[in-house]
């Protein structure tokens, strides 16, 4: 689509371009539509979803072993965005051969984003030198392609910007961000955007809530992570993507602003991280 969303301001009150309503449109930054958890419903899961607005569906790849899957669904429709990478939790099973495939699909054009990529250091079974060894080989793939990262962040924010400031990359997504507003604002100074989701519907949730309320919309997207990070309203259950537009009213409420604002606020900021890359 030859409109550049990323240069035009809030369009809000101007007219709207070709009769596109961007205001019911929601896109989720992170889904695993592909787990196999969703193997007996997705499709309806899907169908609810677009129902309540969700119009658009980012889907990292966690390892070589689903990049197909994940490419199988991006083939089958055209409202989802793939990404590919190897997720550090699945380094102790990944080979160094999986980084040359994904080097090769990358040249590709396969994917608009390399991701999950990153560093757990809350996990302890999982060798960190590994780790690191493949995040910064997949930083290399991302900056050799011109593609954004999606991150995977945990009780390693220090360690991931100081990979990021070694290796520029074009920027991304730190995916459910738990930090501080030090390092939020650390991360949106290297071109970064700040994943929020089912965390941030916990009342307990307290510095995730206000660094929601209080960061340029500008620089949040929303996402489910879903099967994953079930909100509190569905403890202990399967998170499911049409949870996302409870996200955006949440987010609204949280800031004082309306729904569609940040529909079309934070819509508009995964375009733009993504290159472009709009939900057929
Ligand atoms: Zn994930």
């Known amino acids: 689509m030859p409109s550049s969303p990323s240069a035009s301001p ?59 899957a994940v490419l199988a669904l991006t083939a089958a429709r055209t409202d989802v965005c793939p990404a590919l990478g190897i997720h550090p939790l699945y380094v102790m099973q990944a080979q160094l051969e999986d980084l040359d ?90 071109g970064f955007r700040l994943g929020f989701g089912g965390a941030m519907t916990y009342a307990g949730s307290t510095r995730i809530r206000e660094l929601a309320r209080s960061l340029p919309l500008e620089s949040i997207v929303l996402e489910t992570d879903a099967p994953d990070i079930p909100p509190a309203w569905g403890r202990g259950e399967r998170n499911q993507p049409a949870n996302l537009a409870r996200y955006a009213e949440l987010l609204a409420a949280l800031r004082g602003i309306t729904v569609e604002e940040v529909q079309e606020t934070t819509s508009r900021n995964l375009i733009d991280t993504l290159g472009g890359w709009q939900p057929g």
């Open 10 to 68: 809030r369009s809000r009150g101007a007219e709207r371009d070709h009769g596109e309503s961007a205001a019911t449109m929601l896109i989720d930054a992170h889904i695993h539509l592909d787990a196999a958890e969703f193997n007996a419903d997705r499709e309806r899961l899907i169908d609810e979803a677009r129902a309540a607005g969700v119009c658009g569906f980012v889907v990292p790849a966690v390892e070589r072993a689903n990049f197909e």
């Open 101 to 190: 495939r994904l080097d090769a699909l990358l040249g590709r054009g396969a994917a608009r984003a390399v991701g999950e990529i990153g560093l757990d250091h809350f996990v302890s079974d999982i060798d960190p030198a590994r780790q690191r060894k493949f995040f910064v080989a997949q930083l290399g793939l991302a900056r050799r392609h011109g593609l954004p990262v999606i991150l995977h962040v945990r009780r390693a924010v220090d360690p991931i910007l100081r990979e990021l400031r070694r290796v520029s990359v074009l920027g991304g997504i730190a995916h459910a961000f738990n930090g501080s507003r030090q390092q939020a604002e650390a991360f949106i100074a290297l």
